[in-house]
């Protein structure tokens, strides 16, 4: 139960072992991930969408992160503990680029950063890694340029984008990420990088080539009624679960069922018949 490392991704690639990663983002969650045996758990700033109630990741901010980050790395023993850099918390300067990635290691407790982009942010990625800080890449989809993109579609399936994927990969292996995520890339194209890149790559609707897989546990888990996206893979219902529990406790309340006997604490006769 020795807590996973950069070292272990190192060495996870070159056994050919898959990495497992899903997210988290409050205490008890990120337990139960950890005693599942998940070797990382992401606290993305999919937080705006699946927690938060934004139709976003825009407006994430750093004490979002932070807060939800110190939440996490208190329910975790073994899994690496990583998280996301929110929306222009890297793109204003060095300085501050290093500033919010320490935070989430010295006051949230984490133990290394993800930020999405690529050629544009290596300069970034040089200055947080040149402070002791490990960041994983995130590649593909990039929720964040959401605004850019028009859509959360396949990325790179032309020849000009694939090449600007490729390239942009080698940019930020070169300035030195220890791991990639590729979110909605081809399979053939993910497979390709996982191939040429030294840095393992992590996928999310990114085939099974990849040398590490991600989801967002809540779609895992079916928390939503509503739109889930094509890879990600329902574990469970929860949503069904969770709905038919409440209703069942609503029913019973109204009902007169609940609370029963079992359920309340008992007083002696006497001292009861003093009191009216
Ligand atoms: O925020 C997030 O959950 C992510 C994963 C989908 C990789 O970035
Ligand atoms: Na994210």
Do not use: W
């Amino acid at each position: 139960n020795e807590r996973v490392t950069t070292a272990y991704f190192r060495e996870a690639k070159k056994e050919g072992r898959p990495v497992t990663m899903l997210t988290a983002y409050d205490y008890p969650m990120a337990k139960m991930v950890d005693d599942a045996g998940i070797d990382a758990i992401l606290v993305g700033d999919s937080l705006g969408n699946v927690v938060l109630g934004y139709d976003s990741t825009i407006p994430v901010t750093m004490d979002d992160m932070v807060h939800h980050i110190k939440a996490v790395t208190r329910g975790v023993r073994r899994a690496m503990v990583i998280g996301d850099m929110p929306f222009l918390s890297c793109h204003l300067s060095r300085e501050e680029s290093v500033r919010n990635a320490g935070r989430i290691l010295q006051e949230g407790g984490a133990r290394a950063v993800k930020l999405e982009g690529g050629r544009e942010v290596a300069e970034a990625i040089r200055a947080i890694v040149a402070a002791g800080i490990p960041v994983m890449g995130h590649l593909g989809l990039t929720p964040q340029s959401i605004n850019q993109m028009g859509g959360y579609k396949v990325q790179g399936k032309d020849e000009a984008a694939a090449r600007k994927l490729i390239d942009d990969a080698r940019a930020i292996q070169e300035a030195g990420v220890f791991s990639i995520v590729l979110e909605c890339v081809p399979v053939p194209l993910a497979k390709m990088l996982t191939e040429t890149l030294d840095v393992p790559t992590i996928g999310i609707g990114a085939g099974p080539h990849c040398n590490g897989q991600v989801l967002v546990t809540h779609d895992l888990l079916g928390m939503y009624g509503g739109f889930s996206p094509k890879f990600a893979k329902r574990y469970a219902q929860l949503h069904e679960d969770i709905s038919r529990a409440l209703q069942a406790y609503r029913e019973e309340v109204q009902s007169g069922t609940f609370p029963g006997p079992e359920h309340g604490f008992g007083m002696a006769e006497e001292v009861m018949a003093r009191l009216y």
